[in-house]
């Protein structure tokens, strides 16, 4: 097997909780817990969870943009968790971002021209007189017009400012686009052609994406592998085509909570109890044990370690074996 | 027999010194008793501005324009101000789209929900003062499923999470026993899981108290799993009406085919 592009091994993230500017910490917000995880060279590697789970959390400490506690994010072999920002700024080009929000993500005051040539003179990849040229074939590869130049994000609409915040993205040759809900602000019709976009450059640019999503449909349609985060936890990893028949009973309870467009279809829903709890006040043993259908005393106690029930199919549970999806 | 909503070439306009977008254009449609109907559409095609002038909603510079909505035979239109404030949460009632903005901030649970109360036992005569712990609101408050409801009623809005805010809302909605349930994408601002249990409480609901249900999503899952019958809006006009099992089964115009073609591709 070729080497992992992005390596995370067991990180670990958590916010202090304060009362007040001067008082004393109340206690953590366990956001990412032992999160670990890897993504080939060109390969879409999706994260699906409900909010709060630590999705963007994990997205912003891969990018380092908030320092992580503990663990390992070894990119292309090196670690950067130790890395300065200074020492960091050769690998900031290889890792971007496209933001969910595309009304706030781009600065209004900037050209869009500006907006995407930034990072590349940042990188010193460019210099001024090649800049127009340059972002015109930008523009033109996320399918805008290159006289967009000189025109503000205000004049665009949503699935416009999504495609300008991809063309900023692309600029800088990356190795790795990190896309935290890059379509859930958008109408299905456009969501669907920004996906396109992104799956036609993933093609053309042999891109790695770490595609972040509460939308387990669209999550499904685009990654080649899945992984399923449930309260800063890893709970589940495997092929996308393994979502149809999944290991762990928090994915079983997700994919079955989706709503199918199609009436003739009768089904039993799996409805979780409860909601998901606080992260200031982790459940014992297994985190998922106050919603789980299958729990049992050894749930409460024990925590369960992640093991691979089958080649490349990870999960989190003492009793996969017993629940099914394997044998299906 | 008479339905109980009957809406006839209603048109909401929205009149800007710029321009006039006209939100809802010659929409016709009924309900019968019992009745779930779901309303389909992208976004900006018409459908809660339709909703907000089923209840007379709609703020200037919107207005409506033109058409007649019977409810249970009455027109609506025709009706003074303070009936239909009363006609409001007693017999039409509605779940909105966003629970943060439809509740009052300053009032707990317990609160929101006696007024609801409270004003509807004054209309049907039986005037007693209710307290916010009484035993109709925890009632209320145990049939949507909250399943600490001392402790929830004393809350404040912002001290719940946002599938306990709109099982509140529905708690509200159902105070006064309505004949129809307006739900405006009631579920979009939640989790999947959590918008699988309020769907659920929903349609149980229905069966239990016998309401019609009008269901307004951009969802055609939603639409599959909830209602009997469904109308597809496209720029503020009806452009297809048919039972959910046809519509799916041998959608006729164009748009809603186009609309069906986009699911497969996100459902993988
Ligand atoms: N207060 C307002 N002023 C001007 N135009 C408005 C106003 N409210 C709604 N509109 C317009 O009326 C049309 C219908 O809006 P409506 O809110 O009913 O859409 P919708 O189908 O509910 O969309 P969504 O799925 O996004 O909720 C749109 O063109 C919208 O821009
Ligand atoms: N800067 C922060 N300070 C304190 N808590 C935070 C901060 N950022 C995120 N959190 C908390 O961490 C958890 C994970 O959040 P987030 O990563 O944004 O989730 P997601 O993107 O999956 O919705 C949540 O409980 C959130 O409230
Ligand atoms: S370990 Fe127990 S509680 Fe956790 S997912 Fe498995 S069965 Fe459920
Ligand atoms: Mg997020
Ligand atoms: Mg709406």
Redesign the pocket.
């Known amino acids: 097997m070729p080497p992992f592009l992005l390596e995370v091994k067991n990180l670990k993230k958590g916010f202090p909780i304060r009362k007040g500017f001067f008082s004393r910490i109340r206690g953590t917000v366990q956001a990412l817990n032992n999160v670990s995880l890897n993504i080939q060279r060109g390969e879409t590697l999706g994260l699906v969870g409900e909010s709060g789970c630590g999705k963007t959390t994990l997205a912003r400490a891969l990018l380092k943009l908030i320092r992580p506690d503990s663990g390992e994010i070894l990119f292309q072999k090196t670690d950067l968790v130790p890395l300065s920002s200074r020492q960091m700024r050769p690998f900031r080009r290889h890792l971007q971002m496209v933001f969910q929000d595309p009304y706030s993500s781009l600065n209004p005051r900037m050209r869009v021209g500006e907006i995407i040539a930034e990072p590349l003179l940042i990188h010193r990849q460019i210099n001024r007189s090649e800049k127009r040229e340059k972002v015109a074939e930008l523009l033109e590869a996320v399918g805008l017009s290159p006289n967009f130049y000189d025109q503000y994000p205000h004049e665009f609409s949503g699935g416009q400012r999504q495609r300008i915040g991809i063309a900023r993205a692309l600029a800088p040759l990356p190795e790795l686009i990190i896309a935290d809900e890059p379509v859930s602000a958008l109408d299905v019709s456009i969501g669907t052609q920004i996906i396109h976009l992104l799956q036609e450059l993933q093609k053309k640019r042999h891109l790695s994406y770490l595609f972040i999503s509460h939308d387990l449909k669209l999550v499904r349609m685009i990654s080649h592998r899945v992984a399923v985060m449930y309260l800063g936890e890893i709970v589940e990893s495997g092929p996308a085509e393994a979502l149809s028949h999944p290991l762990h009973p928090y994915t079983q309870a997700l994919v079955s909570a989706i709503p199918i467009p199609d009436p003739a279809l009768k089904r039993k829903r799996i409805l979780l109890a409860g909601e998901v709890p606080s992260p200031t006040e982790l459940p014992s043993g297994c985190s998922f044990h106050p919603r789980c259908p299958y729990a049992e005393e050894r749930c409460k106690t024990q925590k369960p370690v992640v093991k691979e029930w089958q080649p490349g199919r990870w999960a989190s549970c003492h009793f996969v074996d017993k629940i099914g999806g394997l044998h299906e | 027999m008479e339905p109980l909503l009957k809406v006839e070439n209603l048109k909401t306009y929205?009149l800007?010194s710029r321009e006039t977008?006209k939100?809802v254009d010659d929409v016709s449609f009924t309900l019968n008793r019992g009745e779930t109907l779901g309303i389909v559409?992208?976004?900006?095609?018409?459908?809660?501005?339709?909703a907000l002038s089923l209840l007379r909603l709609v703020?200037p510079?919107?207005k409506i324009v033109g058409g007649r909505i019977l409810f249970q035979g009455e027109d609506i239109m025709t009706l003074p101000e303070e009936t239909v404030r009363q006609l409001r949460g007693r017999r039409m009632a509605m779940v909105f789209?966003e629970p943060m903005t439809a509740l009052n901030p300053v009032f707990t649970v317990a609160n929101q929900i006696c007024e609801g109360v409270k004003l509807h036992q004054q209309l049907s005569g039986t005037a007693r003062v209710i307290h916010p712990r009484d035993e109709k609101v925890i009632e209320l408050l145990k049939l949507v499923g909250i399943p600490d409801p001392e402790r929830v009623s004393k809350s404040y809005p912002h001290e719940i999470s946002g599938g306990m805010r709109q099982r509140v809302m529905i708690a509200m909605a159902l105070a006064g026993n309505p004949d129809l349930l307006i739900a405006?994408?009631p579920t979009t601002a939640l989790d999947v899981t959590i918008q699988a249990q309020v769907l659920e409480l929903l349609k149980e609901l229905q069966k239990k108290l016998k309401m019609a249900l009008l269901l307004?999503t951009?969802d055609f899952g939603v639409i599959a799993e909830t209602v009997e019958r469904v109308i597809v809006?496209q720029q503020?006009k009806i452009v297809e009406e048919a039972t959910t099992l046809e519509l799916f089964r041998k959608p006729e115009h164009p748009y809603t085919k186009k609309l069906l073609e986009m699911i497969p591709r996100w459902a993988g």
């Open positions: 929205f800007t977008i939100a559409g992208e976004s900006g095609s018409g459908k809660s501005v339709t703020s510079p919107g789209q405006d994408e307004i951009h809006m503020g």
